[in-house]
């Protein structure tokens, strides 16, 4: 007789992350993949009014690290860096170190996700702002997932319209 397997929540939302950021999701190319087409002379181009590539790539670092605090259990609030942090004048010394910052946060979250107790994801998480709806842990994870497929999309979408 054949045992089945039953992934726990842990495993099946770091699969779910993983697979966005060097993966094969199903929508097409993971994060890391699109990144990996941006130069540092694309990542400061700016188009029309769109946030350039660089404050895309900052607002994921941020707002990745404000999921770790969530799932830390500390109250749920705007990034610590700021929504959409100003990267400065380019550089490419910080372009790149951006983009390790970008992998390292993602690591971290990773292991948080593997760590955080399996019977604490349905529960909600620390919010007192009383401004937005409380969601699950389970939720911010899989919506925190969505806002980085939406951001690499934008990515992608500004690449195009810069390198034609």
Known sequence: MTKLYIMTINEKLQQELEKVLSGQPW??????AILDKVTFESAYERTGRAHTVVEVIMHMVSWTEEVIDRLNEKPASLPVSGDWPQPGEPNEKKWKMWIDDLKLVNVNLLQTIRDFPENKWDEPIIDERETEPVTSYKELVYGFIQHQIYHAGQIA????AING
């Open 27 to 32: 929508y097409g190319e993971p994060i890391y």
């Open 157 to 160: 979408v500004l690449l195009r």
